[in-house]
């Protein structure tokens, strides 16, 4: 599946936020946003003094939501339009849409220091839903599955220094086991489990134009 392969740094600057793209750095002094807090770009500066319009208010905000969870524009409008043919309020259909892929639950576990890390460890089958090897971070998860570090992944350094150090704690809708290696789907995530700094709102009003 095509994923965005350029500089992320860039993508923070443009929303004027951390969207914590990079792990670690993002909490260090390196972090772009920290040193040259305005959009990239030769007009970068200009833009803070720039009266948003409700269009381009509308624009970010999917933008935001897209680059957070690592999407392209037609994998986002394909997820937004199951989110729109569900019951129930469309806005956090696709936010708990994006919350059971399996490259963020295995952010989620703490397993990634980033969801592009995490994206990285499904891909190269140190990932296993219900004892099966899943290669595929777009998979759509159920309530009940069982998310495992492969055997070869649990021995990895990086990934016990991302259980060892990372701050964030396991939402309320995973459940972990196995000191850490293993985490079961207790329930569906609501939108108040889901911590994300997105108005999905705007991204509806933005689709149904």
Aim: a positive charge; hydrophobic letters at 35%.
């Amino acid at each position: 599946m095509a994923r965005y392969t350029g500089p992320v740094c860039r993508l923070c600057r443009r929303e004027k936020m951390k969207l914590f793209l990079k792990g670690a750095r993002c909490e260090s002094m390196k972090c772009a946003i920290e040193r040259r807090p305005y959009p990239p770009g030769d007009h970068g500066r200009t833009q803070l003094r720039r009266k948003d319009s409700e269009y381009l208010v509308q624009l970010r905000e999917k933008q935001k939501a897209r680059r957070i969870y690592g999407l392209l524009e037609k994998q986002f409008r394909n997820l937004y339009e199951e989110a729109n043919r569900q019951k129930g309020v469309t806005g956090e259909n696709l936010l708990r849409m994006l919350e059971l892929r399996l490259d963020n639950v295995a952010f989620r576990a703490g397993w990634g220091a980033s969801r592009a890390q995490a994206r990285q460890f499904v891909r190269h089958g140190h990932v296993k839903v219900n004892d099966r090897r899943v290669t595929v971070p777009s998979y759509a998860l159920r309530k009940g599955d069982v998310v495992t570090l492969g055997e070869k992944a649990k021995a990895m350094i990086v990934v016990r220094h991302n259980l060892e150090t990372s701050d964030r704690t396991v939402p309320a809708w995973l459940e972990a086991a196995d000191g850490g290696a293993s985490v079961s789907l207790r329930d569906l995530p609501m939108r108040e489990h889901i911590d994300v700094p997105v108005r999905e709102q705007l991204i509806v009003e933005l689709y149904s134009k």
